[in-house]
């Protein structure tokens, strides 16, 4: 399940396991579900049963009918195996998750207000029911999904993310859902039981991972719908044209009309459908991102809006120091000294930052220990500012208003250069800390949001796909104007409320547009619930995890762009090898249609542009080619199609050229070495 432990594209015994459930696919009961197949897997016993006929009177075909026989059974076997292939990644995915989960002894506190000394009673994890409030202390296995309710634990979740980094969960906010089978490292909590056995978040992946409870998108079901008319259609045609063979004098045998029948149906595409849709859901699993339902992955290629978090998605996730700027008198390196000295107790990622840009920018480093007498002031909330007092020197850094007050000045009474810079860098969306040394203001430190490198060209690649990307923050609108500027986002919502973001998702929605949206807080769940595609962060509440129609287990708020290029993928896989499909029946034409009728109509044999060996072998070849292609597909299934941002035209163009024009190339020159190949081997 987790990323470090992907699957090879054909594991060997993923195949061999495939091979097996393959066979155990042709119970009508389960072939049924694949109408294409189906009726392959029908005709197939159809000419079985001819070829068992024939061997028990002596007929002069036999040999013809049973190859006919055995490659249509190959046909529909090879389409069983590319689903069983499919599902068998699944299930690997999955084993590896039911691995984590045990029967763990539970601690049950008898009231839900019990301290964390007071008496429990061992209990089964299975046996735990909704509401049950329960102790776990350091060492011990969380028992179930659950809220915490007091207490503060570092847990160890790398069973369920792969992440091997522990995550720190605690009572209210948005890191107080637990999942069942992760393990608390230090400290204790109390969880609230939220999931009845069975019914977990882990329960729920393992189900859907092994493809038990995937249901068919409305796109799979459409395509199911107009491969099944096809199917019909040229049934019916086929029978019809034994009809009209006979009125023409010409004689064919149920076996060719059955070899006609199964090589013009679509049986590449029918035999592979199942198996795309359920290597999409598995492309998601192996990005540690599981959907709730195909739907959803469906949706995410379909998407038109993202809207995207500022913090952690489009920024770092934390202001950082950028520049230090020096009131006259004072220099860069003078500004970037003092400020290195007054972070030194300022544990806050802002302070770290500081300490860096001070070192990378100008070498400099902290005082050696016992060199000079220093006391240190720690950055607090409620001072708003951090320093240190060294030889005979009391430097502060923090927030403008804090360190003016320390340097008995005021804004209006500071340097002119110094309002200045505090304006200029408050206008620009960033923030201004004031450093001063005694009663001296010396300069400030710029922080700003950092935008991440590489996102304004992925919003460019989005935009050349069509999809518009807003940024939601809960930012002024001049800070939000700024970074979203920077990061070339196409909108932004600024101080965004969850009503803001809810009231957005509708009005785009009623506008016919599709959103995609993450989040991770119980503020997020309405937005995550009205949004066509819902992210949920792992780390998030379990009300947003409950909202949301995937969960990110690495809670990488980025994610949601690759999410929707894996639902593109998926559309393009199913699209691509679709036209592929029905392009190369075109040569089975050339194939087969001479073959039936050259007898009758010697003017046909221009047709027989491949100059295939005789009738037999052209109609044996086909179908041989017919099931082979199958199988040739399904790595390009289950990998999917090489996914690159381009518009819909474009995107059309290609898919016609390669296969389109592919679906029909390929098949005269594959029909045309098998055909090499049987009359070679004397086979027809």
Same mark, same amino acid.
């Given at each position: #399940?987790?990323?470090?432990?992907?699957? *090879?594209?054909l594991?060997r015994?993923?195949?061999r396991?495939?091979?097996?459930?393959?066979? /155990?696919?042709?119970?009508?009961?389960?072939?049924?579900?694949?109408?294409?197949?189906?009726?392959?897997?029908?005709v197939?016993?159809?000419?079985?049963?001819i070829?068992v006929?024939?061997?028990a009177?002596?007929?002069?075909?036999? *040999?013809?009918?049973?190859?006919?026989?055995?490659?249509?059974?190959?046909?529909?076997?090879?389409?069983?195996?590319?689903?069983?292939?499919?599902?068998?990644?699944?299930?690997?995915?999955?084993?590896a998750?039911?691995r984590?989960?045990?029967?763990?002894?539970a601690?049950?506190?008898?009231?839900?207000?019990?301290?964390?000394?007071?008496?429990?009673?061992?209990?089964?994890?299975h046996?735990?029911?909704?509401?049950?409030?329960?102790?776990?202390?350091?060492?011990?296995?969380? %028992?179930?999904?659950?809220?915490?309710?007091?207490g503060?634990?570092?847990?160890?979740?790398? *069973?369920?993310?792969?992440?091997?980094?522990p995550?720190?969960?605690?009572?209210?906010?948005?890191? +107080?859902?637990?999942?069942?089978g992760?393990?608390?490292?230090s400290?204790?909590?109390k969880?609230?039981?939220? $999931?009845?056995?069975? +019914?977990?978040?882990?329960?729920?992946m393992?189900?859907?991972?092994?493809?038990?409870e995937?249901?068919?998108t409305?796109?799979?079901?459409?395509?199911?719908?107009?491969?099944?008319?096809?199917?019909?259609?040229?049934?019916?045609?086929?029978?019809?044209?034994?009809?009209?063979?006979?009125?023409?004098? &010409?004689?064919?045998?149920?076996?060719? /009309?059955?070899?006609? /029948?199964? &090589?013009?149906?679509p049986?590449?595409?029918?035999?592979?459908?199942?198996?795309?849709?359920? *290597?999409?859901?598995?492309?998601?699993?192996?990005?540690?991102?599981? !959907?709730?339902?195909?739907?959803?992955?469906?949706?995410?290629?379909?998407?038109?809006?993202?809207?995207?978090?500022?913090? =952690?998605?489009?920024?770092?996730?934390?202001?950082?120091a950028?520049?230090?700027? %020096?009131?006259?008198?004072?220099?860069?390196?003078?500004?970037?000294?003092?400020?290195?000295l007054?972070?030194?107790?300022?544990?806050t990622?802002?302070?770290?930052?500081?300490?860096?840009?001070?070192?990378?920018?100008?070498?400099?480093?902290?005082p050696?220990? =016992?060199?000079?007498?220093?006391?240190?002031?720690?950055?607090?909330?409620q001072?708003?500012?951090?320093?240190?007092?060294?030889?005979?020197?009391?430097?502060?850094?923090?927030?403008?208003?804090?360190v003016?007050?320390?340097?008995?000045?005021?804004?209006e009474?500071?340097a %002119?250069?110094?309002?200045?810079?505090?304006?200029s860098?408050? @206008?620009?969306?960033?923030?201004? /800390?004031?450093?001063?040394?005694?009663? @001296?203001l010396?300069g400030v430190?710029?922080?700003?949001?950092?935008?991440?490198?590489?996102?304004?060209?992925?919003?460019?690649?989005?935009?050349k796909?069509?999809i518009?990307t807003?940024?939601?923050?809960?930012?002024?609108?001049?800070?939000?104007?700024a970074?979203?500027?920077?990061?070339?986002?196409?909108?932004?919502?600024?101080?965004?409320?969850?009503?803001?973001?809810?009231?957005?998702?509708?009005?785009?929605?009623?506008?016919?547009?599709?959103i995609?949206m993450?989040?991770?807080?119980?503020?997020?769940?309405?937005?995550?619930?009205?949004?066509?595609?819902?992210?949920?962060?792992? &780390?998030?509440?379990?009300?947003?995890?409950?909202?949301?129609?995937?969960?990110d287990?690495?809670?990488?708020?980025?994610?949601?762009?690759?999410?929707?290029?894996?639902?593109?993928?998926?559309? #393009?896989?199913? =699209?691509?090898?679709?036209?592929?499909?029905?392009a190369?029946?075109?040569?089975?034409?050339?194939?087969?249609?001479p073959?039936?009728?050259?007898?009758?109509y %010697?003017?046909?044999?221009?047709?027989?542009?491949?100059?295939?060996? &005789?009738?037999? +072998? !052209?109609?044996?070849?086909?179908?041989?080619?017919?099931?082979?292609?199958?199988? $040739?597909?399904?790595?390009?299934?289950?990998?999917g199609?090489?996914?690159?941002?381009?518009?819909?035209?474009?995107?059309?163009?290609?898919?016609?050229?390669?296969?389109?024009?592919?679906?029909l190339?390929?098949?005269?020159?594959?029909?045309?070495?098998?055909?090499?190949?049987?009359?070679?081997?004397?086979?027809?």
């Amino acid at each position: #399940m987790t990323k470090h432990s992907t699957l *090879a594209l054909l594991d060997r015994s993923i195949i061999r396991q495939a091979a097996y459930d393959a066979v /155990l696919k042709l119970a009508p009961q389960k072939l049924i579900r694949n109408p294409v197949m189906f009726v392959t897997g029908v005709v197939a016993a159809l000419v079985t049963a001819i070829f068992v006929r024939d061997l028990a009177f002596g007929a002069d075909d036999l *040999a013809f009918t049973g190859q006919i026989a055995v490659w249509l059974w190959f046909t529909v076997l090879f389409a069983n195996f590319a689903e069983a292939v499919a599902e068998g990644r699944g299930k690997a995915q999955a084993d590896a998750l039911r691995r984590t989960r045990s029967d763990t002894t539970a601690k049950l506190l008898l009231h839900a207000d019990d301290s964390k000394d007071d008496p429990w009673e061992p209990r089964s994890a299975h046996d735990l029911a909704e509401g049950d409030v329960v102790l776990v202390e350091a060492g011990d296995t969380i %028992p179930a999904d659950g809220e915490v309710t007091e207490g503060i634990a570092s847990v160890n979740e790398s *069973a369920i993310t792969g992440e091997s980094a522990p995550v720190i969960r605690e009572s209210g906010g948005d890191r +107080s859902a637990v999942t069942g089978g992760t393990v608390v490292l230090s400290d204790w909590i109390k969880v609230r039981v939220t $999931a009845a056995p069975g +019914s977990s978040f882990l329960d729920r992946m393992i189900a859907l991972v092994e493809g038990a409870e995937r249901q068919k998108t409305p796109n799979e079901l459409a395509l199911s719908i107009l491969l099944s008319g096809l199917t019909l259609i040229l049934l019916i045609a086929v029978v019809t044209l034994w009809g009209l063979a006979g009125y023409s004098g &010409t004689v064919l045998s149920v076996t060719v /009309l059955v070899a006609l /029948l199964v &090589t013009l149906i679509p049986t590449t595409i029918g035999g592979l459908l199942s198996a795309i849709g359920i *290597a999409g859901m598995d492309r998601l699993v192996r990005f540690n991102v599981v !959907a709730t339902s195909g739907r959803a992955v469906e949706a995410a290629g379909d998407v038109d809006t993202l809207l995207l978090d500022k913090t =952690g998605t489009i920024t770092y996730g934390n202001r950082l120091a950028t520049a230090f700027v %020096p009131v006259p008198g004072a220099t860069e390196r003078d500004v970037a000294e003092a400020a290195l000295l007054a972070s030194l107790s300022d544990e806050t990622p802002e302070g770290r930052s500081i300490v860096a840009l001070a070192r990378g920018e100008f070498g400099l480093f902290a005082p050696a220990a =016992g060199t000079a007498a220093a006391t240190s002031i720690p950055f607090s909330a409620q001072t708003r500012i951090s320093g240190i007092d060294i030889n005979g020197r009391s430097i502060r850094k923090g927030a403008v208003d804090a360190v003016l007050a320390f340097a008995g000045e005021t804004l209006e009474r500071a340097a %002119p250069i110094f309002r200045e810079t505090v304006q200029s860098i408050a @206008r620009s969306g960033g923030t201004p /800390l004031a450093v001063a040394d005694g009663s @001296r203001l010396i300069g400030v430190i710029h922080l700003k949001d950092v935008v991440k490198p590489d996102i304004k060209a992925r919003f460019a690649s989005l935009r050349k796909m069509g999809i518009k990307t807003v940024m939601v923050t809960g930012d002024n609108p001049v800070t939000a104007a700024a970074i979203a500027s920077e990061a070339g986002v196409d909108d932004y919502i600024a101080e965004a409320t969850p009503q803001d973001k809810l009231a957005y998702i509708k009005g785009e929605q009623m506008r016919g547009r599709l959103i995609a949206m993450c989040g991770d807080g119980t503020n997020d769940a309405p937005a995550l619930a009205q949004a066509d595609v819902g992210v949920a962060m792992q &780390t998030g509440t379990q009300a947003a995890r409950e909202a949301g129609n995937m969960v990110d287990l690495d809670s990488d708020p980025t994610k949601l762009i690759e999410i929707t290029e894996i639902g593109k993928q998926l559309l #393009m896989t199913r =699209g691509s090898l679709t036209t592929f499909s029905i392009a190369n029946d075109v040569a089975k034409y050339f194939a087969i249609i001479p073959a039936l009728f050259v007898a009758t109509y %010697p003017e046909l044999g221009a047709l027989n542009i491949m100059g295939l060996a &005789t009738p037999e +072998s !052209a109609i044996l070849s086909a179908v041989i080619f017919n099931a082979l292609i199958i199988i $040739a597909l399904i790595p390009l299934a289950l990998k999917g199609i090489a996914y690159r941002p381009m518009g819909a035209g474009e995107l059309l163009r290609r898919n016609l050229l390669v296969y389109g024009l592919g679906g029909l190339v390929v098949p005269f020159i594959g029909i045309k070495v098998v055909d090499l190949a049987v009359s070679g081997l004397g086979l027809a």
